[in-house]
């Protein structure tokens, strides 16, 4: 007997859209005229795209079932042309005048037609369909000055993809990518039609690149927050000194607070990712005290020593 469109397809009756899409992608793959050596893969690729067009739509999947569950209904249809065994497979209707021309002639129904069905002059038409190429997904890290200014950069991504015999390989892209200022860690650059090839020329898919950050000891960035390590002496700390600073925004001018302590954060507003909704920047402040070499920087240490005699760091 004739197989059933789940079958066709290796699916469950209880499949998902999910399951049933994925499963016809990879048949499709397999099968298509264009990339397969077997010598049937037309007629199985003709089977696959009935048993898709049907079991993808909601309506048609469910009249299909029906049909499934109660085969005797239609135990009689097909008989005065000479056909018995109909599985009682979905039917279209395409709206002709007369009998012939009221049915397609899909061969998983009702088998290979010849010159006419029912009395009619139907020839058996292929058709094949078109479907839209993979969307595909890589990374790339940017240093962080980019989420300030934007950039223009070539990359050269690779790929995992499927080559014309549906075989994996790695391709490589070199690509002109523009990089808008404000893009937040995780989100995503489309570039449209830089995905998988279409099937049979249907739409390429598209490219979907996330933006990282690359790595750096000192800036920590949370969503639009960035957090920078800032080095000062201890007495520009212990002071309060004005002082110009370097920072992913440019440079700036701070005003440190009197006896600031390591560890210590200073919020400098909207001075963070610029968005619509800017982040902010914090400075964490980390006291350094310089190393005493010479002869006079070790008096210098000593009359510290000497001007803070009740001062002790482990004292609670």
Same mark, same amino acid.
């Given at each position: 007997?004739?197989?059933?469109?789940?079958?066709?397809?290796?699916?469950?009756?209880?499949?998902?859209?999910?399951?049933?899409?994925?499963?016809?992608?990879?048949?499709?793959?397999?099968?298509?005229?264009?990339?397969?050596?077997?010598?049937?893969?037309?007629?199985?690729?003709?089977?696959?795209?009935?048993?898709?067009?049907?079991?993808?739509?909601?309506?048609?999947?469910?009249?299909?079932?029906?049909?499934?569950?109660?085969?005797?209904?239609?135990?009689?249809?097909?008989?005065?042309?000479?056909?018995?065994?109909?599985?009682?497979?979905?039917?279209?209707?395409?709206?002709?005048?007369?009998?012939?021309?009221?049915?397609?002639?899909?061969?998983?129904?009702?088998?290979?037609?010849?010159?006419?069905?029912?009395?009619?002059?139907?020839?058996?038409?292929?058709?094949?369909?078109?479907?839209?190429?993979?969307?595909?997904?890589?990374?790339?890290?940017?240093?962080?000055?980019?989420?300030?200014?934007?950039?223009?950069?070539?990359?050269?991504?690779?790929?995992?993809?499927?080559?014309?015999?549906?075989?994996?390989?790695?391709?490589?892209?070199? @690509?002109?990518?523009?990089?808008?200022?404000?893009?937040?860690?995780?989100?995503?650059?489309?570039?449209?039609?830089?995905?998988?090839?279409?099937?049979?020329?249907?739409?390429?898919?598209?490219?979907?690149?996330?933006?990282?950050?690359?790595?750096?000891?000192?800036?920590?960035?949370?969503?639009?927050?960035?957090?920078?390590?800032?080095?000062?002496?201890?007495?520009?700390?212990?002071?309060?000194?004005?002082?110009?600073?370097?920072?992913?925004?440019?440079?700036?001018?701070?005003? @440190?607070? $009197?006896?600031?302590?390591?560890?210590?954060?200073?919020?400098?507003?909207?001075?963070?990712?610029?968005?619509?909704?800017?982040?902010?920047?914090?400075?964490?402040?980390?006291?350094?005290?310089?190393?005493? $070499?010479?002869?006079?920087?070790?008096?210098?240490?000593?009359?510290?020593?000497?001007?803070?005699?009740?001062?002790?760091?482990?004292?609670?």
């Amino acid at each position: 007997m004739t197989k059933n469109y789940y079958e066709i397809l290796g699916v469950s009756r209880d499949a998902s859209p999910e399951e049933i899409k994925k499963s016809y992608r990879k048949l499709a793959k397999k099968y298509h005229p264009d990339i397969s050596k077997e010598s049937d893969a037309e007629d199985k690729m003709q089977a696959i795209n009935v048993a898709y067009d049907t079991l993808s739509n909601a309506e048609k999947k469910a009249e299909y079932d029906q049909m499934l569950d109660h085969p005797q209904g239609f135990a009689g249809f097909g008989a005065g042309a000479g056909y018995a065994g109909f599985d009682g497979a979905r039917f279209y209707r395409q709206g002709g005048q007369g009998h012939a021309s009221d049915f397609s002639g899909f061969e998983d129904l009702f088998g290979r037609f010849g010159g006419g069905f029912g009395g009619g002059n139907y020839q058996y038409q292929r058709q094949q369909r078109s479907y839209r190429g993979e969307d595909q997904h890589a990374k790339i890290e940017v240093d962080i000055d980019i989420a300030y200014h934007g950039s223009t950069q070539q990359i050269t991504l690779q790929i995992p993809t499927l080559n014309a015999y549906g075989e994996p390989e790695i391709q490589r892209k070199t @690509l002109q990518v523009k990089i808008p200022k404000g893009m937040k860690e995780g989100q995503q650059i489309r570039l449209t039609g830089q995905g998988q090839t279409g099937i049979n020329g249907g739409d390429n898919g598209d490219l979907y690149i996330e933006i990282q950050y690359k790595d750096n000891p000192r800036i920590r960035v949370e969503g639009g927050d960035v957090y920078y390590t800032l080095d000062v002496a201890s007495w520009e700390a212990v002071l309060g000194q004005s002082i110009e600073v370097k920072t992913p925004a440019g440079m700036l001018k701070v005003n @440190l607070p $009197h006896n600031a302590k390591t560890g210590q954060q200073l919020r400098l507003k909207d001075k963070g990712i610029p968005a619509k909704t800017p982040g902010h920047l914090y400075l964490v402040l980390n006291v350094v005290n310089p190393p005493a $070499h010479s002869e006079q920087e070790k008096h210098a240490y000593q009359a510290l020593a000497q001007a803070f005699p009740h001062f002790n760091p482990r004292s609670e």
